[in-house]
């Protein structure tokens, strides 16, 4: 019982994610994990995202099936585990307790929290000239998949910074459907643990971190051109 115990909670403290890496010609011996990263229809500055539950990854590697046949294309499926300092939260999260967090989810936000949410979007969209009604800001899930970009305005507000992982909806090139992400900012990424491929488990899945392009505090996580070189956008 004492083991089952244990199990238990060394689970809540794992998150598991899969990306999926698609390539063209012989199948690669190495693959950095850096290059993987899920590509949204928008991107998300400073942070790493991949397939977050078992029904969206489902769903993902059937999209990405199709996807690769039509561009004759080959991919792999690289799953990852990412450590979490605190056990997940049974609850549906409030704003009293985020601080206690590492890991939030859309799917389980309170009311109080999802109008944080939408104070801090809001104050964004605002401040750049968008009109926080025209993008449904009453629905941030929905805003969240029309602008990816608005991820790192959350994760980079004082009270988000130690989350490790943001779990959120998430537009991508190769679903004609929404699916469920796990974003990692980069500033945690010494919490992803390892990373195994699990079609081709002769590929090394290296874990050396992306790098910063500049010291600006919106920018600093954010990844260099060539660590997006291999991404879904260049194998069109």
Not at 156 to 171: G, M, R
Not at 209 to 235: E, F, G
Request: glycine share 4%; net charge neutral.
């Amino acid at each position: 019982m004492v083991k089952v115990a244990n199990t238990n909670e060394k689970a809540e403290h794992i998150i598991e994610l899969s990306t999926i890496y698609f390539y063209q010609g012989v199948t690669p011996r190495t693959i950095a994990l850096k290059d993987c990263g899920l590509k949204a229809k928008g991107s998300i500055k400073g942070a790493f995202s991949a397939l977050y539950g078992y029904q969206s990854k489902q769903e993902a590697f059937m999209a990405a099936r199709s996807y690769a046949n039509e561009r004759r294309l080959d991919f792999t499926v690289i799953d990852l585990l990412v450590k979490l300092d605190t056990k997940q939260n049974p609850l549906t999260m409030k704003p009293e307790d985020l601080a206690s967090h590492d890991f939030i989810s859309f799917q389980r936000l309170s009311r109080s929290m999802m109008d944080d949410v939408q104070d801090v979007l809001r104050a964004h969209l605002l401040a750049e000239g968008t009109d926080p009604d025209s993008v449904g800001i009453f629905k941030p899930h929905i805003v969240l998949m029309q602008r990816p970009d608005l991820v790192a305005a959350l994760m980079n507000q004082p009270s988000w910074e130690h989350l490790k992982v943001i779990a959120h909806p998430a537009d991508l090139e190769f679903s004609a459907r929404p699916l469920n992400v796990g974003t990692v900012p980069f500033r945690h990424w010494d919490a992803i643990q390892e990373a195994t491929c699990r079609l081709n488990p002769n590929i090394r899945i290296t874990l050396e971190p992306p790098a910063p392009i500049n010291s600006d505090s919106t920018n600093a996580d954010a990844p260099s051109p060539q660590h997006k070189a291999k991404s879904v956008q260049r194998l069109r």
